[in-house]
């Protein structure tokens, strides 16, 4: 099976910076996608970005120019930069990875959310 561990959420205000890291371990073979969601209260979920095995990206156009998607594939670590932010961005903040495990079973893992919360 597969385990995220999530870090770096907090309360910052408008216009700080903050950084996410979702890190997989487990039985893993090869990562294909890893992805940020996030839902804020009161609304439902909703993809921020995303990164493929070859390093493109897609992002949510609220957050394009202030986000930043990375990956480290030596550590099966996904990374969220987070700059110039605004209390819209307030959410629990989740990690995606999408890949395929030893024995060739696909696997589809959810972290377990940060919360984020920017103050104005």
């Known amino acids: 099976q597969v385990q995220l561990v999530l870090s770096g959420g907090g309360l910052v205000q408008a216009g700080e910076s903050l950084r996410l890291s979702c890190a997989a371990s487990g039985s893993i073979l090869r990562i294909s996608t890893m992805a940020w969601y996030r839902r804020a209260p009161g609304k439902q979920r909703e993809l921020v970005t995303a990164i493929t095995s070859g390093g493109s990206t897609n992002y949510a156009d609220s957050v394009k120019g202030r986000f930043t998607i990375s990956r480290d594939n030596a550590k099966n670590t996904v990374y969220l930069q987070m700059n110039s932010l605004k209390p819209e961005d307030t959410a629990v903040y989740y990690c995606?990875?999408?890949?395929?495990?030893?024995?060739?079973?696909?696997?589809?893992?959810w972290g377990q959310g940060t919360q984020v919360t920017v103050s104005s």
């Open positions: 995606r990875v999408e890949g395929i495990l030893y024995g060739s079973r696909s696997f589809d893992s």
